[in-house]
């Protein structure tokens, strides 16, 4: 089976990098032949695989303007189990297209002549949803989603799922979810568990069984050039990585073998794809019967009536809308933030909400 699988997520920070380098090596450790290709400007995969994006001739640019070859544009890697074609800071021309002469479909085009030789190719994407990404997205036959665990985690996945759902729609109809992968786990805190618990229990099979934890080798790895694998093979973050190109491979053996063992978001994805939405909204934002329930007694307050009551808010005690954390223990998917709203003076309403602060006001 040859397979493309973008590895996105328009966050920065989140592991996609980490996990492009490391599951390419660990596929390819497995025996795969298996090809990475940083389509991120800011190179780190490149960097990371110990090549010096400065001095790149050859790049994933040459997807772009038609000067791919594979004899020059895949590099051999001596230091990893994987072929690469790097990047460097000259792909962020294909962000600002003035010229109009990039379409969606550039990668896809150009891949169709590599992927033969190939049973996997990865692709590390940039942490937007610019020109780059959506080739990527158009190309791949799969998403993996990297979520790592942190409090706003959550945030930007109904964004991310709507831009597949609507690539699914125009230009490209096959996309699938290879699946969610818990990064950065750290097993000490709570937030971690809970991330873990309710991803699985909303996501289901979607979620890799696999988690990659916190571990600081896989910080240092890219300094050295190295893959986890080579740099630290007895590490906690090799093994996860190993686990998880385990994972991915037999996972995919299941979907050959028997089609209709597809995993729950790609079932979502193609039948029901306002089900998506609808569940993440649930989870970042309160329902009115809770609010009613539990601040109704605020209504009518003064300033100083609600100082006395909640303490001093975070925001400008002049400002007409004031935030309070609720909670100090707070859960990841129940309210935390408290808006108030006055007028005259006096609190006309409010609003419960975890993850949307930006969006308030
Ligand atoms: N499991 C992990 N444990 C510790 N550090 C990690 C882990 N995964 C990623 N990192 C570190 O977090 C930072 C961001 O990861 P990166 O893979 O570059 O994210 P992205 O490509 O999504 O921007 C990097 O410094 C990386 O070394
Ligand atoms: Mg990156």
């Given at each position: 089976m040859n397979k493309i699988i973008a590895i996105a997520n328009q966050k920065g920070g989140v592991?996609?990098?980490?996990?492009?380098?490391?599951?390419?090596?660990?596929?390819?450790?497995?025996?795969?032949?298996?090809?990475?290709?940083?389509?991120?400007?800011?190179?780190?995969?490149?960097?990371?695989?110990?090549?010096?994006?400065?001095?790149?001739?050859?790049?994933?640019?040459?997807?772009?303007?038609?000067?791919?070859?594979?004899?020059?544009?895949?590099?051999?890697?001596?230091?990893?189990?994987?072929?690469?074609?790097?990047?460097?800071?000259?792909?962020?021309?294909?962000?600002?297209?003035?010229?109009?002469?990039?379409?969606?479909?550039?990668?896809?085009?150009?891949?169709?002549?590599?992927?033969?030789?190939?049973?996997?190719?990865?692709?590390?994407?940039?942490?937007?949803?610019?020109?780059?990404?959506?080739?990527?997205?158009?190309?791949?036959?799969?998403?993996?989603?990297?979520v790592p665990c942190e409090f706003f985690a959550l945030e930007g996945l109904s964004k991310l799922l709507t831009t597949i759902k609507s690539i699914k729609k125009s230009s490209n109809p096959y996309i699938d979810i290879e699946g969610l992968l818990i990064t950065m786990f750290d097993s000490r805190t709570n937030l971690s568990s809970q991330l873990q618990i309710e991803l699985t229990k909303h996501f289901k099979s979607m979620v890799f069984n696999t988690t990659i934890r916190q571990n600081v080798k896989l910080r240092e790895a890219p300094s050295y050039g190295l893959s986890i694998i080579k740099y630290s093979p007895y590490s906690v973050g090799a093994e996860n990585y190993l686990n998880l190109g385990a994972e991915l491979i037999s996972k995919n053996k299941i979907v050959t073998t028997n089609p209709e063992n597809g995993n729950d978001l790609s079932k979502i994805l193609t039948h029901n794809t306002e089900n998506v939405d609808h569940l993440i909204k649930r989870h970042t934002t309160t329902s009115t019967n809770k609010k009613e329930e539990d601040y109704n007694h605020l209504i009518g307050l003064k300033r100083d009536e609600v100082n006395k009551v909640l303490g001093f808010s975070y925001n400008d005690i002049h400002s007409n809308t004031w935030m309070y954390r609720i909670s100090t223990s707070f859960s990841l998917m129940k309210k935390n933030y408290l808006y108030l709203y006055f007028e005259n003076e006096i609190i006309a309403d409010y609003k419960l909400t975890t993850f949307k602060i930006n969006k308030v006001q």
């Open positions: 592991g996609k990098t980490t996990t492009s380098i490391n599951l390419a090596d660990a596929l390819g450790f497995l025996e795969k032949k298996v090809l990475l290709i940083d389509l991120d400007p800011q190179a780190n995969a490149t960097s990371g695989v110990g090549l010096v994006p400065f001095d790149i001739k050859y790049s994933s640019l040459g997807f772009f303007d038609h000067t791919f070859k594979a004899e020059n544009g895949i590099v051999k890697l001596e230091s990893a189990h994987f072929d690469f074609t790097p990047s460097n800071i000259r792909l962020a021309s294909i962000e600002i297209n003035k010229s109009k002469t990039i379409d969606l479909f550039m990668l896809k085009r150009a891949l169709s002549n590599v992927i033969k030789s190939y049973e996997y190719i990865l692709i590390d994407c940039p942490p937007s949803f610019g020109l780059l990404a959506l080739n990527a997205l158009t190309a791949c036959h799969s998403v993996i989603i990297p």
